[in-house]
């Protein structure tokens, strides 16, 4: 079991940037893949940036390039460090853990069921 709980979220005018930071539990956290997700009002929840277990990256099309997704190990910590914010990025974002399977260190699991544990969730607004 892993609990995760992020922070960072908060009201941002354009342009602006954010870090956003997932704190895990447990003593394993280097053999998770992490990963961020958002969900806006009304909207089906999307994947936003992974961070497998050997530090490779992978983005949605719609934040590469602005956001950048990090882990510390030592910490127990993922972070997301989102510039150069657009309205359309408001949502609640979510930190999730992919638990240590067979797979090799360098997948990068993309979809949220790949995932088995889930963060409360931040929530990020971006004012025009």
């Known amino acids: 079991q892993v609990q995760l709980v992020e922070s960072g979220g908060g009201l941002v005018q354009a342009g602006g940037s954010l870090r956003l930071s997932c704190a895990a539990s447990?003593?394993?956290?280097?053999?998770?893949?992490m990963g961020w997700f958002r969900q806006a009002p009304g909207k089906e929840r999307e994947f936003v940036a992974a961070i497998n277990r050997s530090a490779g990256t992978y983005y949605a099309d719609s934040v590469k390039g602005r956001f950048t997704i990090s882990r510390d190990n030592a910490k127990n910590t993922v972070y997301l460090q989102m510039n150069s914010l657009k309205p359309e990025d408001t949502a609640v974002y979510y930190c999730?853990?992919?638990?240590?399977?067979?797979?090799?260190?360098?997948?990068?699991?993309?979809?949220?069921?790949?995932?088995?544990?889930w963060g409360q969730g931040t929530q990020v607004t971006v004012s025009s």
């Open positions: 447990g003593r394993t956290f280097s053999g998770y893949a």
């Open positions: 999730a853990a992919e638990p240590p399977t067979t797979r090799s260190s360098y997948y990068t699991p993309i979809n949220g069921r790949e995932y088995d544990y």
